[in-house]
């Protein structure tokens, strides 16, 4: 007979592998999104971030919701779900955007009425209790914050979010080696080092990368930046088939722990 916790172990990776699935397979979730799941592969990635249906967990700036959609039914029935949006005072456009986040929630109860809705930006040191947070999630968000002048502000505050042994899990658009890094990111891009340079000096600990989100076909060049390539397709028709033909940017998935 079997002894010691490694089948227990295995049993509870395969019930949380499935309950994943589920989430990734859930009806409600738009047409849209499900499109981009070969780009995305988000059971991979929820995985590698080792998330469980109890943790409390917090989404900074999610978007329109990609991740929300899964997050959402994984976390609702023993789990904490936070979803930390751009704080509506900022400008017209985070008003906007949070009106338009209250109301998507709010449009289905049964899935999302659980989900806290919670505000981080500029000067927002204390997204949640401090110290409450199994894992901290930021989906292609670090650009946005190096152009606004906040990233390493922003690295502290989910430092301080955290439990002790807690997660932060951090996807962004792969910048080349080969070129210094752009303080403003300005096309999108940041490096994997430089990132990874951030979180330590908030006081993180490496604790996997995964090449998941990879995409070699993207080249880093193009005259709109990250957003030349879909979803954005900031050039419109031109060139249309061919940027749709290379896909979503190179993405690096790092998974960091605090001490």
Known sequence: MATGGIPG?????????QAIAEAVAAPHRSADFVARDRYRHPQEVLEFLDLEPGMTVVEI?????????????????RGIYHTAISPSGASERAARAAAEWRKKLAGAPAIYSKVKIGEFGRGVAEIVPAGSADAVLTFRNIHNWMSAGFAEEAFAAFFKALKPGGILGVEEHRARTDQPQDPQASNGYVREDYVIELAKKAGFELAGRSEVLANPKDTKDWPRGVWTLPPTLALG???????LAIGEADNFLIKFRKP
């Open 237 to 243: 028709d031109q060139d249309r088939d061919k940027y």
């Open 61 to 77: 700036w999610p978007g329109g919701g990609y991740w929300t959609e899964m997050l959402a039914p994984y976390l609702r029935e």
């Open 9 to 17: 172990r295995a049993a509870a990776q395969d019930h949380q592998g």
